[in-house]
C-alpha cells in the first residue's frame, strides 16, 4: 500500500494516469459517436459500419512502424500534447462542419488521420513511464494505467452509449474532442523536468532509419518468425488458434452491432451496455484462468472454451432474435467474455514459454500484425456478406465455425496428459 501512495502521490504520473484515463473514456465515447452517425446515414449497413472501423485499424499498418522512430526522437510529453490538441480539434471538425457535407467520405479521412495520429500518442506514453517513477515501481504503475485504462474503456462503451442516445451524435463527438482537448492540457503541466535532450538528425538519416524500420518490422521479421514457426509446431498452433480468434472477432465485430442495432430497435444504448458487460466477463476470466487454470491442459483448454464460446454466441444470437430481454442479453455477453479470455491469455502464456529470449520482440511484433490482419480481412469480408444474407445467418455461421474447431481440437488433445 505504501508503494501504490507513492505512485499516486507523485504529481506527474498522476496526471499521466488521470489524463489517459479521461482520454480513454472519450475514445469510447467517440466511437460510440460513429456509430449513431453512420446509423444515421446508412441504417442497417454492415458494410458502412465496417469502412468507418476499418479506417481506425489501418493507421496500425501504414504508420504503426514509422511512428517509434520519431517519438525516440521527440520529447515525450511535447508529443502527447500536440497529439491530444490535434485529435480534439480533428473531431471538432465533424460535428461542427464536415457532418453538414451529408457525406461519410470526409469522416472517414478525418478518423484516418486521427487514428493514424494516435500510433503516435501510444508508444509515447508507454515510454515515459519509466521517466516518471522509479525502476521498483514500474510494474505497478504499468498495471495501474493498463487496469484502469481497460475500465475507463467499459464505462466509455457503456455511459458513452446512453450519452450518445440521449444528446446525439454531434454533442457526442464534441464530448469526445472535449476529452482529448482536458488530457493534452493536464499533459502540458507536467514537470518541464522530465523532458529529455533529444539528438538532432538530418532527414536524411531520419529518413533511412526509417527504411530499416519498415524492412525489419514488416518484411524481415516476418520472415524469421515464419521460419521459426516451422521449426516449432506448437508455435504455429498458437499463431493459429490466435488467428481465427481475431479472424472471428473481425467477423462478428461490425455483424453484431447492427445486429443488436435492429433487435432493440436503439443505436448506442443497448449495444454500449452489452460491450460493458463483455469486457467485464473478460476481465473476470482473465483472473479466473490466471488463479485456477494453471494446472490444466492448455492446448484441450484453449479448444473447450473456443467450443462453449461457439455454442454461447449461437444462443445469444438465437435469445436476443426471439425473445430480446435486455438483462438475459447482458448475461450472455458476460459468460461469452468469461469464456474468450482464457483462450487469449493461454496462448500468449505459451508463446512465451515457446519462445527463446531473443526471438520474442520478433514474434510478438508479428503476432501485431497476424491478428489486426485476420480481423481487418474478416470484417471486410463478412460486413458485405451480411448485408446480402443478413447478420444472423453470418453470426450463427461464425457460432457453428467455432464449435466445430472447437470440438475437433479437443478430441484430437483429448489424449494427452502434458501441460502444454
Known amino acids: 500500500?505504501?508503494?501504490?501512495?507513492?505512485?499516486?502521490?507523485?504529481?506527474n504520473f498522476s496526471i499521466l494516469w488521470l489524463a489517459q484515463i479521461i482520454s480513454q473514456f472519450g475514445d469510447r465515447l467517440g466511437q460510440m459517436a460513429l456509430i449513431a452517425l453512420v446509423y444515421r446515414y446508412a441504417?442497417?449497413?454492415?458494410?458502412?459500419?465496417?469502412?468507418?472501423?476499418?479506417?481506425?485499424?489501418?493507421?496500425?499498418?501504414?504508420?504503426?512502424?514509422?511512428?517509434?522512430?520519431?517519438?525516440?526522437?521527440?520529447?515525450?510529453?511535447?508529443?502527447?500534447?500536440?497529439?491530444?490538441?490535434?485529435?480534439?480539434?480533428?473531431?471538432?471538425?465533424?460535428?461542427?462542419?464536415?457532418?453538414?457535407?451529408?457525406?461519410?467520405?470526409?469522416?472517414?479521412?478525418?478518423?484516418?488521420?486521427?487514428?493514424?495520429?494516435?500510433?503516435?500518442?501510444?508508444?509515447?506514453k508507454m515510454s515515459i513511464i519509466p521517466d516518471l517513477v522509479k525502476t521498483d515501481d514500474l510494474l505497478l504503475a504499468n498495471s495501474l494505467v493498463n487496469t484502469t485504462g481497460m475500465v475507463a474503456a467499459m464505462f466509455g462503451f457503456g455511459l458513452g452509449g446512453i450519452l450518445v442516445g440521449i444528446v446525439g451524435a454531434e454533442s457526442g463527438f464534441v464530448f469526445d474532442a472535449a476529452s482529448f482537448l482536458i488530457s493534452g492540457s493536464m499533459i502540458f503541466f507536467m514537470s518541464s523536468r522530465i523532458i529529455r535532450s533529444v539528438k538532432k538528425e538530418s532527414f536524411a538519416q531520419v529518413g533511412r532509419e526509417i527504411a530499416e524500420v519498415i524492412r525489419k518490422s514488416v518484411f524481415q521479421e516476418m520472415k524469421e518468425a515464419v521460419v521459426f514457426l516451422r521449426k516449432d509446431p506448437r508455435m504455429g498452433s498458437c499463431f493459429g488458434i490466435l488467428f481465427l480468434l481475431w479472424a472471428a472477432l473481425g467477423a462478428v465485430y461490425v455483424v453484431s452491432i447492427v445486429f443488436v442495432q435492429e433487435a432493440f430497435a436503439s443505436v448506442t444504448k443497448e449495444l454500449g451496455l452489452l460491450v460493458v458487460a463483455l469486457g467485464l466477463g473478460l476481465f473476470f476470466g482473465s483472473l479466473a484462468y490466471g488463479r485456477l487454470g494453471y494446472r490444466n491442459h492448455k492446448f484441450r483448454s484453449i479448444f473447450v472454451c473456443i467450443f462453449i464460446a461457439g455454442m454461447i454466441l449461437a444462443f445469444f444470437v438465437l435469445a436476443v432474435l426471439h425473445v430480446p430481454n435486455l438483462w438475459l442479453a447482458l448475461a450472455l455477453a458476460f459468460t461469452l467474455g468469461l469464456t474468450v479470455a482464457p483462450i487469449m491469455a493461454i496462448s500468449n502464456t505459451m508463446i512465451h514459454e515457446f519462445t527463446d529470449n531473443s526471438m520474442r520482440g520478433k514474434i510478438f511484433s508479428s503476432l501485431e500484425i497476424v491478428v489486426h490482419l485476420a480481423f481487418l480481412l474478416s470484417m471486410l469480408i463478412a460486413a458485405p456478406l451480411a448485408d446480402r444474407i443478413g447478420p444472423v445467418k453470418i453470426l450463427l455461421s461464425v457460432s457453428a465455425v467455432l464449435s466445430v474447431i472447437g470440438l475437433i481440437g479437443f478430441l484430437k488433445t483429448n489424449g494427452q496428459t502434458s501441460g502444454t
Open 1 to 11: 500500500m505504501a508503494r501504490f501512495r507513492n505512485i499516486i502521490l507523485n504529481r
Open 43 to 124: 441504417p442497417g449497413s454492415t458494410t458502412q459500419m465496417a469502412k468507418i472501423m476499418a479506417f481506425t485499424i489501418i493507421p496500425v499498418f501504414l504508420v504503426g512502424p514509422v511512428a517509434g522512430v520519431y517519438v525516440d526522437r521527440w520529447d515525450r510529453r511535447r508529443t502527447m500534447f500536440i497529439c491530444d490538441l490535434l485529435r480534439g480539434a480533428l473531431i471538432l471538425l465533424i460535428p461542427f462542419w464536415l457532418i453538414r457535407l451529408n457525406s461519410l467520405v470526409p469522416i472517414y479521412a478525418v478518423v484516418f488521420v486521427a487514428f493514424s495520429i494516435a500510433r503516435f500518442y501510444v508508444p509515447a
